[in-house]
């Protein structure tokens, strides 16, 4: 609900605001008052563009602030989604600078054009001559179906229809995987083919790694393994026998001291060593042998693998084993496309029945009430002065489901006496539109939370009798929606609750716009000006006095 509108320097309004009822609000005022500068500048609250041609004072910045209780639209989802800070009293301010650049704000943060409307179209909603409505369009009329009908298979047909686009969605990726694959296929398999002619893992490499030190220096290994056996105990004056001679010299003494005892017996010790290491130095001798064409071999895999880590860019052999694990994944997935597709087509077609069973339960609800709703829209605009006007809905079957059903809804109007029915996007004029828009909105207004809602000049064309009517359905809907209303027409004036004056003050260097609120008796003058002219006379005072009190204002 949109509770104050601050507005300065915007057109020929130097300053103004407005403290709005909860109800129905009315805007009254002399042709060329600016009643339309004000729709204007409420408009860029709104989202809509500007330049500096709306400055009064091209040296000063415009500003146009609405504050709006927003606590019954629920949403909070919005403000968290766009890092705002939410608000149950949320401001929007639109600044324009004396350069013509625009900035716009919700509750102090900076925000885009696209932001600004995307809130604000939740709230308030304009309705100007010749101005077609997101009201009318196909959307919003399956919409009110089925909150008119209470359509309990909603949540289901939404369960269903999200099954169904996700097994979709996830086709039309595989397939687009499968067909970006298969351009590249034969490549892959010449890659892992190539990887996958030798053996290639971490512990195998280092297995070849150690035997190719071991070969390639198996001459020097063996030589020096035998130079040590040697000396250890195969030559003429070798280790194991001089230790020998040295114990026999210990054994006749070693009881005469304790330390000669345990020299002879480490000594002992020694021997079991030198023994141990010497049969391990043969038998690492009887293993190793100069196999050349076994280095060769291993050389020859080892060159291979290098080629292969320089080609792919890899520095260890890791990557290359990684490598060859994600080429032969690609190509497993690859063989298993077709199989795949054909599971996800047949969840496709599983998913797609189940839907069209809740879509034909969804369609026949609306379409029992849509045959009720058009009829009501025709009774309601036949007492706002179109008394051969006929509205028909019908229900449509779509080709293909979408989020809303499967049905299409076509509204079509014939306002005249003899005029066939056509869309409503080629048929009535800009106040036969508003009027029926009046029409919609007073049979819908219970069933659904409509945000605050702007008239512009509704009532054009219409008087007596039907200009009543018109007011009492705009009193009517602003029982449970916030009305603003701007009107010519003194019956309309009459129904509302709070009342706004836009007059136009001629100063010695400019005229300027200004709105003023009305207290009751300013009402009744105001209302009789509209009945007899500027200067009322006591019967039209007294008529403006019996205009309110039937309204019950």
Request: proline residues 2%.
């Amino acid at each position: 609900m949109l509770q104050e509108l601050h507005i300065r320097n915007y057109a020929i309004i130097e300053a103004a605001e407005m403290q709005l009822n909860p109800h129905l609000n009315v805007i009254i005022g002399e042709t060329g008052a600016g009643k339309s500068i004000l729709m204007g500048a409420l408009s860029l609250v709104l989202g809509n563009r500007a330049d500096t041609q709306v400055l009064m004072d091209k040296d000063e910045k415009c500003v146009v602030e609405a504050y709006i209780r927003i606590s019954e639209y629920h949403l909070q989802d919005f403000f968290e989604e766009n890092d705002l800070e939410y608000s149950d009293i949320t401001i929007i301010r639109r600044e324009i600078n004396p350069k013509g650049k625009s900035r716009a704000f919700i509750n102090d943060t900076p925000v885009t054009l696209e932001i600004l409307k995307a809130l604000t179209s939740q709230l308030i909603d304009i309705h100007a001559q010749h101005e077609n409505s997101q009201l009318l369009d196909e959307t919003f009329f399956i919409e009110i179906l089925d909150k008119i009908s209470k359509n309990p298979y909603l949540a289901e047909y939404k369960s269903a229809f999200d099954k169904y686009m996700d097994a979709k969605r996830k086709l039309k990726k595989f397939q687009e995987d499968a067909a970006a694959f298969s351009k590249e296929y034969e490549f892959v398999k010449y890659q892992y083919e190539e990887l996958d002619q030798i053996p290639l893992s971490v512990e195998y490499w280092k297995e070849v790694e150690d035997e190719v030190n071991i070969l390639s220096n198996a001459g020097t290994i063996l030589q020096n393994l035998q130079q040590s056996v040697d000396l250890l105990s195969e030559n003429e004056v070798n280790a194991e026998d001089l230790l020998s001679e040295i114990q026999k010299l210990l054994s006749t003494i070693s009881s005469l001291h304790t330390n000669l005892q345990e020299a002879f017996l480490e000594i002992e010790e020694i021997q079991l060593k030198i023994r141990s290491i010497t049969r391990v130095f043969k038998s690492i001798q009887g293993k190793i042998d100069t196999d050349e064409e076994r280095l060769n071999e291993l050389s020859a895999y080892q060159s291979i693998v290098h080629r292969l880590m320089q080609k792919h860019h890899f520095k260890e052999i890791t990557g290359l084993v990684q490598l060859h694990k994600e080429l032969k994944e690609k190509l497993q997935q690859f063989s298993f496309s077709e199989e795949h597709i054909q599971e996800l087509e047949i969840e496709i077609e599983t998913t797609y029945q189940e839907l069209l069973v809740v879509a034909e339960k969804i369609s026949v609800l609306r379409k029992k009430q849509a045959l009720a709703f058009g009829a009501a829209i025709t009774d309601v605009v036949k007492d706002l002065g179109m008394p051969f006007a006929k509205v028909d809905i019908h229900v449509e079957a779509l080709s293909q489901p979408d989020k809303y059903g499967m049905d299409r809804v076509v509204v079509l109007f014939a306002p005249n006496k003899g005029s066939q029915l056509q869309s409503l996007l080629q048929v009535g004029s800009g106040g036969e539109k508003s009027r029926l828009m009046l029409a919609i909105k007073s049979l819908i207004a219970k069933e659904t939370a409509l945000p605050t809602l702007i008239f512009d000049e509704i009532d054009t064309g219409i008087s007596g009798e039907v200009a009543i009517k018109t007011g009492e359905l705009l009193k009517k809907i602003s029982y449970g929606h916030q009305v603003i209303t701007i009107t010519h027409l003194p019956q309309v004036a009459a129904a509302g609750k709070q009342h706004f004056l836009v007059y136009k003050e001629h100063l010695e260097d400019k005229s300027i716009t200004n709105i003023k609120s009305l207290d009751s008796e300013g009402t009744v003058v105001e209302i009789a000006k509209m009945l007899s002219g500027a200067t009322p006379t006591p019967a039209a005072m007294e008529n403006a006095r019996n205009l309110i009190a039937g309204n019950g204002a």
